[in-house]
Nanobody, 122 residues
Framework: QVQLVESVGGLVQSGGSLRLSCAAI????????MGWFCQAPVKEREFVAA????????YYADSVKGRFTSSRDNAKNTVYLHMNSLNPEDTAVYYC???????????????WGQGTQVTVSS
């Protein structure tokens, strides 16, 4: 079992950058593949990015390719989502998720963070 604690999001101007972090607490926390999802008002939650437990493989939604990057520091049991060239359409609550038995955009993750608000102003 693992607990996920996300960093505070924030308000950023269009074109700006923001980095989210997600710390995993628990036994074998570094062995979990991680995913990032977002949910905007009146929209369903959607996939943003995923990273394998070793960090050697990543997967991104088309909408964020070239702008967002996920990385991890297993020594700190922390995963990061580096968000660049943000635009107002990126405004949403962002969640990290973890699982030991799979990863990717359609995987059903077992553990979820509390969510953090990212707001991009125009």
């Amino acid at each position: 079992q693992v607990q996920l604690v996300e960093s505070v999001g924030g308000l950023v101007q269009s074109g700006g950058s923001l980095r989210l972090s997600c710390a995993a607490i628990g036994r074998f926390a570094s062995r979990y593949a991680m995913g990032w999802f977002c949910q905007a008002p009146v929209k369903e939650r959607e996939f943003v990015a995923a990273i394998s437990w070793r960090g050697g493989s990543t997967y991104y939604a088309d909408s964020v390719k070239g702008r967002f990057t996920s990385s991890r520091d297993n020594a700190k049991n922390t995963v990061y989502l580096h968000m660049n060239s943000l635009n107002p359409e990126d405004t949403a609550v962002y969640y990290c998720a973890a699982d030991r038995n799979g990863w990717g955009p359609r995987h059903e993750y077992d553990y979820w963070g509390q969510g953090t608000q990212v707001t991009v102003s125009s």
